[in-house]
């Protein structure tokens, strides 16, 4: 009777015992380990199936580890190789900065085996070394029960393994070895999804195994522009030597030769009488002339103050044409005088020969494409006059361009150069600091020109003429010559400024209210205009043609 029950229990339990898988679980998964005295690890390991088999298994195996500061171990995967059924298959191998992925064929066997070498995975520690691997990882499938064995060259200081999810600290199962039925390191653990891992670390006292371990570097914007002490006293010192040597290289060539308290006169007003004065140009240095010295640049302002002057002076007639409609833009005819070119510079000739032949004359709406070929040579010829009168060793035009060029050039190989830094070293601070210096080189280019003692006394006598085109009464120039004198003083106030006091005189002399549309030799109006309309007339034609003149 109690063996019938004994049978009878056996017989229902029997069936209660059995494992059932899953289908593309494997009922085991066996790794054998091999690790020599240089760090090489061999591994074979045995995936077997119990009920459906996939058609192809894969593993994913992880070869960058992170480390604390960006730093990143490498192992590196060789000699891999897979058999089915005892014959050897081709596995499918794929690999990218992070995985080395490794596919097999199942073609149906119950049976995987697959073999490879990995370096890189023994480790320098504090006290020794460590071999730390993943002996199941990344594979397609789940894994009912796992077991790992490694054979070892050398006594090892301890062992220990973790399993779960990636970067999981929950031990495994089972990890031991110096025992009795566990000689070599063995690990087991299970059952275990797809994708879970066992890593394996057991650690070696000094010179027991030889570290193979790869650290490589992580590109990261904080770790490329570091600010450790090297990188940043190199940086801080390029900046402070740079800055220095602009400093050096501005006083050099870029600031004005003393005049030693030199200053020559441009233009000044002369007593002529009692409570009366007239305006005189020393040296014949003309409104062109002093805006190229005052700012080292022939600008717009400076021809069109010329354009004044030699209306003033008889070569020109400026006359201010009636509009069509309330709403019609004021236009000019520029009309050239028929008579002798005597007295005149260089690029006052050429901005004459731009505008018309003798006698011949411009709309000053037409003004921009009729000079925009001369317009370069006026600024040529005005240029070569600051150095053939001595107010600058070189052309400031020049020199500013040469040392432009240098400059952005220099920009451009620290940008370069920058980028080489990021990418490849810690030293980017290196290049930002290189990229400053460049860009003070820029700044300091634009105030290369330096003048000579001679120009340096003229831009003196600019300043005291500058006062007095802002401060002199403008109610002392000698009777019956007013506009005359005024229209004398007007082409430098345009360059220099007070512009607006001087065009208010020439109003003030009207005293009559008759039209005054030629009571000025140089300027025109159109019928029934008054000197009362001169100053927003001048200002619309100075405005006017500084556009025209070097529009494109």
């Known amino acids: 009777m109690i063996a019938f029950c004994l049978l009878t229990c056996g017989l229902l339990a029997g069936p209660l015992a059995l494992t059932a898988y899953a289908e593309g679980t494997a009922s085991t998964f066996i790794a054998e380990g091999n690790l020599s005295k240089d760090g090489t690890l061999r591994v074979k390991q045995i ?33 891999i190789t897979a058999t089915v059924e005892g014959a050897d298959v081709q596995p499918t191998i794929n690999s990218d900065d992070r995985f080395t992925t490794v596919a097999v064929p199942t073609n149906g066997s119950t049976e995987v085996v697959m073999s490879y070498t990995v370096t890189g995975a023994v480790v320098t520690t504090d006290s ?24 070892i060259p050398t006594q090892f200081s301890y062992i220990k393994c973790t399993a779960g999810s990636p970067n999981s600290t929950v031990p495994c199962t089972f990890a031991a070895a110096g025992t009795e039925g566990a000689q070599v390191p063995t690990f087991r653990d299970g059952p275990r999804g797809e994708g879970e891992v066992v890593v394996i670390d057991i650690g070696f006292p ?10 490589e570097y992580r590109w990261t914007v904080g770790r490329a522009f570091s600010a450790k ?4 006293a190199l940086a801080l010192g390029l900046l402070t030597l740079g800055g220095i040597a602009l400093y050096g290289l501005h006083r050099r060539a870029g600031v004005d030769i003393s005049p030693d308290g030199q200053i020559s006169k441009v233009g000044e007003f002369v007593p002529t009488g009692a409570g009366q004065s007239e305006f005189r140009v020393v040296d014949d240095i003309r409104p062109g002339h002093v805006g190229t010295v005052a700012d080292e640049r022939v600008d717009p302002i400076d021809v069109t103050a010329t354009l004044v002057d030699l209306a003033v002076r008889g070569h020109l007639v400026i006359i201010e044409l009636p509009r069509d409609s309330e709403f019609a833009r004021t236009d000019w005819d520029i009309r050239r005088v028929d008579g ?16 018309a032949p003798p006698g011949g ?15 370069g040579e006026v600024q040529n010829a005005l240029y070569d006059e600051m150095v053939s009168n001595g107010w600058y060793e070189r052309r400031p035009d020049a020199t500013r361009n040469r040392w432009t060029q240098l400059s952005l050039a220099a920009l451009i190989i620290s940008v370069v150069l920058t980028g080489v830094l990021a990418a490849f070293t810690t030293f980017g601070l290196v290049g930002l ?24 006394a003229l831009l003196g006598g600019l300043g005291a003429l500058r006062s007095d085109l802002l401060s002199h009464p403008t109610n002392q120039m000698p009777r019956g010559h007013e506009l005359q004198e005024t229209s004398e003083v007007l082409p430098y106030a345009i360059v220099l400024g007070g512009a607006d006091r001087w065009l208010d005189a020439m ?40 556009g025209s003149l070097f529009s494109r």
């Open 47 to 79: 995936i077997t199936f119990t009920g459906a088999v996939p058609a192809e298994l894969s593993q994913k195996f992880e070869t960058r580890e992170d480390l604390v500061g960006d730093r990143q171990y490498v192992q590196r995967l060789s000699d």
């Open 128 to 151: 020794g070394t460590a071999l730390r691997w993943g002996m199941l990882q990344g594979l397609s499938a789940s894994v009912a029960e796992f077991s790992a064995t490694v054979q």
């Open 206 to 215: 000094p010179g027991g195994i030889a570290s193979n371990e790869v650290i």
């Open 229 to 232: 002490p090297l990188p940043l």
């Open 340 to 355: 002798a070119s005597d007295g005149l510079r260089p690029f006052e000739q050429q901005l004459l020969d731009g505008i």
């Open 361 to 375: 004359s411009v709309r000053v709406l037409e003004l921009a494409t009729r000079v925009q070929e001369s317009i």
């Open 433 to 456: 600091a290189l990229i400053v210096v460049s860009l003070g080189m820029v700044f300091v280019a634009q105030e290369m020109p330096s003048r000579t003692a001679k120009g340096a």
């Open 507 to 546: 109003v003030a002399s009207d005293v009559d209210e008759h039209p005054d549309s030629y009571d000025l030799s140089w300027y025109h109006g159109p019928e029934n205009w008054h000197l009362s309309d001169l100053p927003d007339s001048m200002r619309n034609f100075v405005t006017t043609v500084s």
